[in-house]
């Protein structure tokens, strides 16, 4: 048998040409990869403590107190961020307070589910977008929503139908919607009610 010689800069021509992808129509999209499993993966809830990095491969964090720079060093270490946002409170400290009708809010500075239907859609749910904007511009992956135990089911749809919007998977707690895309565990570092 003869050995056929060809010098090294056709070499690299071929191994190029047998590396190359076909171009592809830019109609075309990657498929996302299969998403993990939830319940293969540790979790951490880390509501008021900042995060340890190594602990876990998810962490629920707080989306008002977590600084964009935190879910920054998580994802830096290839870990995913959860933004948990309990959505019916209206603390004073929370930089959106003032913006919650005071007759669709109730004394221990909660909204009112059994409040109308049409002004919790018109007046609470723009609010409650808001706050899942700040978890996608802080950088999350993921928002996972709490106190929605009593909202209408209309106002959970808006709300769920906004995550998508905004690119944001979201868990609820305490709801069930069908288009929920997150089961996030339950755990002890979650405030009651």
């Known amino acids: 048998m003869r050995r056929v010689r060809l010098p ?6 071929l ?6 992808t076909p171009a592809r129509p830019s109609h075309w999209y990657d498929a996302p990869p299969p998403a993990a499993m939830p319940e293969r993966l540790h979790w951490q ?14 962490y ?39 913006r919650f009708p005071a007759e669709l809010t109730d004394l221990a500075g909660r909204v009112r589910w059994d409040s109308p239907e049409a002004a919790l859609r018109t007046r609470i749910t723009p609010i409650l977008t808001d706050r899942i904007r700040l978890c996608r511009d ?14 209408p089911a209309s106002v959970v749809d808006e709300l769920v139908i906004q995550a998508h919007r905004l690119s944001l998977p979201v868990g609820l707690l305490d709801a069930v919607h069908p288009d929920a895309d997150l089961t996030v565990p339950a755990s002890p570092d979650r405030p009651p009610g």
């Open 8 to 13: 090294v800069s056709a070499m690299v021509v």
């Open 15 to 20: 191994g190029c040409v047998a590396c190359a």
């Open 45 to 58: 809830w880390s509501l008021t403590a900042p995060p340890r990095s190594t602990a876990a491969d998810v």
């Open 60 to 98: 629920v964090l707080d989306g008002f107190t977590t600084a964009a720079s935190t879910v920054e060093d998580l994802h830096r270490a290839r870990r995913r961020a959860v933004c948990y946002l309990p959505l019916a409170e209206v603390e004073r400290d929370r930089p959106d307070a003032a």
């Open 138 to 151: 802080k950088g999350f992956d993921a928002a996972a929503l709490d106190q929605l135990d009593g909202a």
